[in-house]
């Protein structure tokens, strides 16, 4: 079946550096989804891609679609405290009616 | 408010015990999932409801019921509860199924029910 890899599976970061969060999926994606969650809470919706090497920012975050579809990036740039959380990428295929989500990458920051 | 709500939210049982946990949501969403979330293995679908009286398996559904009598309750059974089954779990909604072109059908979590099974 359909397979989300996320990595790294942790992440530490000094507050003010940048860092980069992959998915990579097993199958050609119709597209993907980012979720943050917070400790303690639930996956709140950040982004959709849909288009071949679509990028899309969001202040500090910057979310990337492969050209061929199969993997997604999360860059954040400037990492604050409030960043702290788990990050999910979750992938639909083609004509597909359900998410697969990956493992996620759980984000710590260094004050 | 527009919400998901989940009950119970923590639930100790034994293992055979049947029990139900609730899911609502109050913004006329068709499509409605249940996830549960394990350690290193992120959110697995257990099941989904692209609406009244549709369900489909996802990816864990053994050891799992659902029903889709009203579109805005799905209610997940566990008929005979084991101990593998000790998890967090979630409810989603969104409007439409994931991927239905014209829109970004985000999904909507609920709270999160925490069920450790003896």
């Known amino acids: 079946g359909q397979q989300v890899m996320q990595i790294p599976q942790y992440q530490h970061v000094q507050e003010g550096e940048d860092f980069t969060t992959y998915c990579n999926s097993s199958?050609?994606?119709?597209?993907i989804q980012w979720y943050k969650q917070r400790p303690g809470g639930h996956p709140v919706f950040l982004i959709q891609l849909v288009k071949s090497g679509e990028v899309k920012k969001q202040k500090r975050l910057t979310f990337q679609f492969g050209e061929a579809k199969k993997n997604s990036s999360l860059h954040i740039t400037a990492t604050q405290t409030t960043d702290v959380g788990t990050y999910f990428c979750?992938?639909?295929?083609?004509?597909?009616?359900?998410?697969?989500f990956g493992g996620g990458t759980r984000v710590l920051v260094k004050p | 408010e527009a919400q998901v709500t989940q009950n119970p939210r923590y639930l100790i049982t034994v293992t055979g015990k049947k029990l139900t946990v609730t899911c609502s949501q109050n913004m006329n969403h068709e499509y409605m999932s249940w996830y549960r979330q394990d350690p290193g293995l992120g959110l697995r679908q257990i099941y989904y409801?692209?609406?009244?009286?549709?369900?489909d398996k996802g990816d864990v559904p053994e050891g799992y019921k659902v029903s889709r009598k009203e579109k805005r309750n799905f209610p997940l059974i566990l008929e005979s509860p084991s101990p593998n089954q000790t998890s967090l779990y979630f409810c989603a909604s969104s409007l439409k199924r994931p991927g239905l072109a014209g829109g970004s059908y985000e999904q909507y979590f609920g709270p999160g029910t925490r069920l450790t099974v003896t």
């Open positions: 979750a992938g639909l295929k083609a004509a597909g009616n359900k998410l697969t």
């Open positions: 199958t050609t994606l119709s597209n």
């Open positions: 409801s692209m609406n009244v009286e549709v369900t």
